[in-house]
């Protein structure tokens, strides 16, 4: 008897009116089911009146017990029909809520945000700027000659070209920015220019005509080639650990003189050489400098008091080497199976 008495209490505990189709009438029957006459509380009294008597005492305390539990249910479904009927609706607010799957940010929106935060440390704001963008800001205040072939159709997608009229296309660097602040603020300036960048590239593994770069600048009087290294080094270490070590090789852009190339150890294969470093030890990273003068006096700053330096860096590679990601169309296809991968990083 006892466990019957327990198996109605279990049942009774996991009768749930909302899997109920007409409610009123199945509170009813529930009620006829347990407390009516012929139920089953009328039922186990007349097996309970049959006992012996050292027996009563303890199934009289479970009699009890399932009685309460299902006068308590018969009232909380009762209570639970009226107020549905009073607010003409019916859902149960103390309910568990249904799964709602979380989402994450995307793994470029995440090392986007870490470069943001290392340069923030050591002053650096963020300044967003246009999409599309005029010749000035794109090439000719960046001292880009006449007939450089970024400036080429098969660079640069072209939104406006046509002769004696300014030429507008989609940004193909954020370096555009520098000439944008450069142009509407006084130093000292030290900025970061976080954006998306658009080449008239074949979509491969290695290439897209989409991709996202960070650029920085940093004018102030006195700013020298130590400071652009020292910074180099803070960000590389702060990057991608602190054994980082790095590397500069000289190179040529217009907007910069000197300019150079960062390299950082591999850090995959610790500077022994990998297929990742192709066996040198050493990954390209960015591209930087100190601005050249013509390119501050272009933008108004007299380049007779000030000097600065700037760098540009691609946001896909960097991700590519920290999360070791081979294939640059992964990151647009949105690919669920990918996406996933990054749903602990914050
Ligand atoms: N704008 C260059 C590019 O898209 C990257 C770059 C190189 C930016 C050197 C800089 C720099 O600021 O100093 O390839």
Same mark, same amino acid.
């Given at each position: 008897?006892k466990?019957?008495i327990?198996?109605y209490?279990e049942e009774?505990?996991?009768?749930? *009116?909302?899997?109920?189709?007409?409610?009123a009438?199945?509170?009813?029957?529930?009620?006829i089911?347990?407390?009516?006459?012929?139920?089953?509380?009328?039922e186990l009294?007349?097996?309970?009146?049959?006992?012996?008597n050292?027996?009563?005492?303890?199934?009289g305390v479970a009699?009890n017990?399932?009685?309460?539990?299902?006068?308590?249910?018969?009232?909380?479904f009762?209570?639970f029909?009226e107020?549905a009927e009073?607010?003409?609706?019916?859902?149960?607010?103390?309910l568990?809520?249904?799964?709602?799957?979380?989402?994450?940010r995307h793994?470029?929106?995440v090392?986007m945000?870490e470069i943001?935060?290392?340069?923030?440390? *050591?002053?650096?704001?963020?300044?967003?700027?246009?999409? *599309?963008?005029?010749?000035w800001?794109l090439?000719?205040?960046?001292n880009?000659p006449?007939?450089?072939?970024?400036?080429?159709m098969?660079?640069?997608?072209?939104?406006?070209?046509?002769?004696g009229?300014?030429?507008?296309?989609?940004?193909?660097?954020?370096?555009?920015v520098?000439?944008?602040?450069?142009?509407?603020?006084?130093?000292?300036?030290?900025?970061?220019?976080p954006?998306?960048?658009?080449?008239?590239?074949?979509?491969?593994?290695r290439a897209h005509?989409?991709?996202h770069?960070?650029?920085?600048l940093y004018?102030d009087?006195?700013?020298?080639?130590?400071?652009?290294k020292?910074?180099?080094?803070?960000?590389?270490?702060?990057?991608f650990?602190?054994?980082t070590?790095i590397?500069?090789?000289?190179?040529?852009?217009?907007f910069?003189?000197?300019?150079?190339?960062?390299?950082?150890s591999c850090?995959?294969?610790?500077?022994?050489?990998?297929? *990742?470093?192709?066996?040198?030890?050493?990954?390209?990273?960015l591209?930087?400098?100190?601005v050249?003068?013509?390119?501050l006096?272009?933008?108004?700053?007299?380049?007779?008091?000030?000097?600065?330096?700037?760098?540009?860096?691609?946001?896909?590679r960097?991700?590519?080497?920290?999360?070791?990601?081979r294939d640059l169309?992964?990151?647009?296809?949105n690919?669920?199976r990918?996406?996933?991968?990054?749903?602990?990083?914050i």
């Amino acid at each position: 008897m006892k466990e019957t008495i327990a198996k109605y209490i279990e049942e009774i505990r996991a009768t749930r *009116i909302e899997e109920f189709k007409d409610r009123a009438a199945e509170v009813e029957q529930f009620r006829i089911k347990f407390l009516g006459r012929k139920g089953v509380m009328a039922e186990l009294f007349e097996q309970f009146k049959a006992l012996p008597n050292e027996q009563k005492k303890d199934m009289g305390v479970a009699l009890n017990q399932l009685k309460a539990a299902a006068t308590a249910k018969v009232e909380e479904f009762k209570n639970f029909v009226e107020q549905a009927e009073e607010t003409g609706e019916s859902h149960d607010l103390t309910l568990p809520s249904d799964f709602a799957p979380r989402g994450s940010r995307h793994v470029l929106s995440v090392v986007m945000n870490e470069i943001a935060d290392i340069f923030a440390r *050591i002053g650096f704001t963020v300044e967003e700027s246009v999409e *599309i963008e005029d010749d000035w800001h794109l090439f000719s205040a960046l001292n880009f000659p006449h007939d450089h072939p970024a400036r080429d159709m098969q660079d640069t997608f072209f939104v406006e070209k046509e002769e004696g009229k300014t030429e507008v296309a989609l940004r193909t660097h954020t370096s555009s920015v520098q000439v944008r602040v450069m142009e509407t603020h006084k130093p000292p300036i030290r900025i970061i220019a976080p954006g998306r960048v658009f080449r008239n590239e074949a979509i491969s593994a290695r290439a897209h005509c989409i991709f996202h770069q960070v650029e920085a600048l940093y004018v102030d009087r006195k700013v020298t080639f130590a400071d652009l290294k020292q910074t180099l080094l803070y960000f590389a270490k702060e990057m991608f650990g602190e054994q980082t070590q790095i590397r500069l090789r000289p190179s040529y852009f217009p907007f910069t003189e000197p300019s150079a190339e960062m390299d950082i150890s591999c850090n995959i294969c610790g500077g022994k050489g990998c297929n *990742i470093c192709k066996g040198t030890g050493w990954l390209e990273i960015l591209g930087c400098g100190m601005v050249d003068p013509n390119v501050l006096d272009a933008c108004g700053i007299d380049s007779k008091e000030f000097t600065g330096f700037a760098l540009g860096m691609g946001v896909e590679r960097m991700a590519m080497l920290k999360y070791q990601i081979r294939d640059l169309r992964l990151y647009f296809e949105n690919d669920l199976r990918f996406l996933h991968q990054f749903d602990n990083i914050i």
